[in-house]
């Protein structure tokens, strides 16, 4: 019983005790609870239920004595309402209502409310409580919770269950426009007490008469755009410096603890973003002029987040700084990254940008103290930590992103597009200087790379030994490139052991030679020799390979074990029961790729980028499903790398030999006599240990390319670059089975970034509870968007631990809650609009292909 109604009871039980018969007028229907629980010792209580005759019924009986009886009339009406009908009873007893002599009889509310708490909260607090009550705002019920609150704020603590400024003002902004709670505070007369409360806080005009929507909007500008001017050190532009805000230190950082925190709550993260970025267009703030150093502090507008990319991308323009790539990693996984995938692509887009002119500059420098042997260019592109192959991994990634960047409309993009062709020109640049270094440093050594592994001895040095140590599989991949082998290697080393070296590849570095270089006996001796319709092929071991029907006949044939031979698409997501049990059956597995060139020299490069980019996972993939159909040791190589970025402009073409043309490529020549030129390197077949005839091979010296009618202007190999000519070797080796239950120990869950699907980019957010204590790593996991079985997105970013090369993510526990998963958001790019109008969320294991979670009934509604 709170201490207000226990007064009350008090005061009738004195009454009754004093008088015997009280008739109680209730007029506002203050009491109507109470008296519905009410028991006093010896007393009856009476109700009137509409009727005065029912209740003349019910107590005439008690009326019958010499003297009145111990009785409460209750009427929940005015006395005057009653007509006069139990004026026997009010003339036998005393009457108890509002504004009734003496005090002790009078019911007002406010007067109760007075007489129970004025020793207990003092005047001040009592005389605010009373003026509430007066104005209709406070109940019985209400004064009875605000029995031991001090603050004199009643009506606040009653709406808001406290009188922290800063949670009032959460939730009064974030509310949604009809809710429970914004109702009653119209009912309840509220508007102006919360407008004043709020207005003392953070010293703003709130002027109720405008309306509680008015109020709102002007609460939410005034907080934000004073946690903003806090944020920037209070260094305005001059259109700005007019803008209200608050002054005083208190006010100052209640604003900005109103604004963090709505920011950071999940449950309010909505109603931030839809008010910010109304005060941002009220504000104009994107034409506002600010520094990078002002806006870092920064999260409160989404304006403030795109003009610091801007400003970014143009301070890379003048220079490359670590500290501004820093910036762009860490700022994906800020608030407006996660909220707005086009802000988180843009991010990973600059940081790869900034990586790549960084690294640019790192090999240019490190070039100028290399030794200029053919094999250390190799070893520095390709061994180490930093080795210069980094240079392409930049690259292909910036190239992704930028074409994959979904540009909102109005976007300023100028100082974006400047950088990315600022960067295109320092790749092509320092990978012109890394060719003609090498190719140089070939031909002046006689094209012979002691020490480095080359692509005809793969097969006798790396796959043969390792038939005797039980099942192998060969897996050949057409036009993989070593950087991309390389974090191919990275990311299959949580479950196998991995072994990558370089190997340099046959010449001309296409797929006819390349591919057969890496057959059986090849080492023995192999020879380019013409084929038909103008193309080559290597004959070894007497046998001429000149496409894959003839080098998987030869490989079978050769191995000199029972082999057996797939495609890679064959073992994904499982192979059939027949190809199971042949694989179960052989000692070596021969695996082969989509055969990519031709849809590369298409010239169709987004589908080109695409194929490319997802031979990665496949294999991946890949080599999971061979480990667990019993392959011991998997050997991964290629017959080609390739140049892939901006169309060669007239300046970069050259004339080529002439002579007897057996082949022309626009990066290599093979034939017969011919012109000599600077622009090219040339040389018997035999000084490339590919045969003793006559017939030689020009290939340019940098990244040039011979003219050559039709084709792609984008996409080439058959050359000596670094890029065409190393291939990866991988050596992969199961570590074992991965224990069991781990990923049961995970509850997962998945948060849509928006309730829709409106644009080709889509958030998810990604959580998840651990039951029991992990001693193993949590599994990388891949996000995928499915209408039925069909997939219809590709993962582009993470807030952390995307890997590149197979789209996957890695998922951490939190470093200071090993119980916690630390939430990591993925940006989804879709690929295809679905018919459907819901599509799911799937994410799997990204080793198993287990599903771990799933999200059903996402809506699309993308406007095309």
């Not at 045969?691 to 009618?709: H, K, M, S, T």
Request: charge should be negative; charged fraction near 25%.
């Amino acid at each position: 019983m709170g201490k207000v109604t226990e007064y009350l009871i008090n005061l009738v039980a004195e009454q009754v005790r004093q008088n015997r018969l009280v008739v109680w007028f209730d007029p506002e229907h203050h009491y109507a609870d109470v008296v519905a629980g009410l028991e006093l010792p010896d007393t009856t209580i009476a109700r009137y239920g509409g009727s005065f005759f029912g209740l003349r019924r019910e107590i005439d009986a008690l009326l019958e004595g010499e003297g009145p009886p111990q009785l409460i009339v209750y009427v929940p009406m005015a006395e005057e309402g009653s007509n006069d009908a139990l004026v026997e009873l009010t003339a036998a007893g005393v009457v108890m209502k509002p504004g009734q002599n003496p005090w002790q009889r009078n019911t007002r509310l406010s007067v109760v409310a007075r007489g129970a708490l004025k020793s207990v909260l003092g005047e001040a607090t009592t005389a605010q409580l009373e003026k509430q009550v007066e104005a209709g705002q406070l109940s019985l019920n209400d004064l009875d919770r605000l029995a031991d609150d001090r603050s004199g704020k009643g009506i606040i603590t009653i709406l808001f269950g406290t009188v922290d400024p800063v949670q009032v003002a959460l939730s009064f902004l974030a509310a949604e426009p009809g809710s429970a709670l914004l109702r009653q505070v119209e009912e309840r007369n509220a508007l102006g007490d919360l407008a004043s409360f709020l207005g003392e806080a953070f010293e703003v005009e709130l002027i109720p008469d405008q309306g509680m929507g008015a109020c709102r909007a002007r609460l939410a500008r005034h907080v934000l755009f004073t946690a903003f001017a806090a944020d920037v050190r209070e260094e305005l532009p001059p259109e700005l410096v007019a803008v209200p805000r608050a002054r005083g230190e208190r006010a100052r950082l209640a604003c900005q603890a109103v604004a963090g925190t709505w920011r950071s709550r999940s449950d309010l993260r909505a109603s931030y973003v839809q008010s910010s970025r109304r005060v941002e267009e009220e504000l104009q703030l994107h034409d506002a002029p600010f520094s990078v150093e002002h806006l870092l502090g920064t999260e409160v507008f989404l304006a403030a987040e795109r003009m610091l990319q801007g400003l970014v991308e143009g301070q890379l323009l003048s220079g490359v700084d670590s500290r501004l790539i820093g910036t762009a990693r860490s700022r994906r996984a800020g608030f407006w990254a996660e909220q707005t995938p086009e802000v988180q692509a843009r991010w990973e887009l600059i940081a790869e940008i900034g990586s790549l002119l960084a690294e640019a500059a790192r090999v240019q420098s490190e070039m100028k103290t290399t030794d200029a042997q053919a094999a250390d260019v190799v070893r520095r592109y390709a061994a180490g930590d930093s080795p210069w192959c980094l240079l392409d991994t930049h690259h292909r990634r910036m190239e992704r992103l930028y074409q994959d960047l979904n540009f909102a409309a109005g976007e300023p993009l100028d100082t974006l597009e400047k950088l990315v062709y600022q960067a295109r020109r320092r790749y092509v640049e320092t990978s012109d200087d890394l060719a003609r270094r090498f190719v140089t440093a070939l031909r002046d050594c006689g094209f012979k790379t002691g020490g480095i592994l080359r692509q005809v001895d793969v097969f006798g040095s790396r796959v043969a030994q390792l038939v005797e140590q039980g099942r192998v599989a060969y897996v050949l991949v057409d036009a993989f490139r070593y950087e991309m082998a390389r974090e191919l290697a990275t990311s299959l080393s949580q479950g196998f052991e991995v072994e990558i070296e370089p190997a340099l590849a046959a010449v001309p570095t296409i797929t006819e030679i390349g591919m057969a270089a890496l057959m059986p006996r090849a080492d023995l001796g192999a020879a380019i020799v013409p084929a038909e319709k103008g193309r080559l092929a290597l004959k070894v071991a007497g046998a001429v390979l000149k496409d894959r029907p003839s080098r998987v006949r030869f490989f079978c044939e050769t191995a000199g074990v029972p082999a057996f031979e797939a495609k890679l698409e064959d073992l994904i997501p499982r192979p059939g029961k027949k190809a199971r049990e042949a694989i179960e059956r052989s000692s070596v597995v021969l695996v082969t790729s989509q055969e990519i060139d031709e849809i590369c020299e298409s010239g169709n490069v987004l589908l080109a980028r695409r194929v490319m980019e997802d031979i990665p996972h496949l294999v991946h993939k890949a080599c999971h499903v061979l480990a667990d159909l019993g392959v011991e040791n998997m050997v991964i190589a290629a017959d080609h790398g390739y140049l892939f970025g901006e169309v060669m402009d007239s300046d970069m073409k050259i004339e080529p030999p002439g002579g007897e043309t057996l082949d022309l490529h626009r990066r290599a020549w093979v034939g017969r006599g011919g012109s000599f030129s600077s622009a090219f390197v040339r040389a018997r077949v035999e000084d490339f240990g590919l045969g003793d005839g006559d017939l030689e091979i020009a290939v340019p010296v940098g990244l040039g390319v011979f003219r050559v009618p039709g084709g792609s202007l984008a996409y080439f190999h058959g050359g000596l670059s670094l890029q065409e000519a190393v291939i990866p070797v991988i050596r992969v080796k199961p570590k074992g089975r991965r224990p069991a239950g781990i990923e049961g120990d995970v509850k997962w869950r998945l948060v849509p970034g928006s309730k829709k699907i409106t644009t080709r980019f889509f958030s998810v957010h990604v959580q998840g509870q651990v039951a029991t204590l992990l001693e193993a790593s949590l599994p990388r996991v891949r996000l995928e968007v499915r209408a039925g079985k069909e997939v219809l997105s590709t993962p582009v970013s993470a807030s952390y631990g995307f890997e590149d090369a197979t789209r996957s993510v890695e998922m951490r526990t939190m470093s200071d809650d090993a119980y916690k998963v630390e939430p990591n958001t993925v940006t989804l790019m879709l690929n295809k609009v679905p018919a459907q109008k819901t599509v799911a969320v799937h994410m799997t294991d990204a080793a198993s292909g287990r599903e771990l979670a799933r999200l059903e009934d996402v809506e699309v509604a993308i406007a095309i």
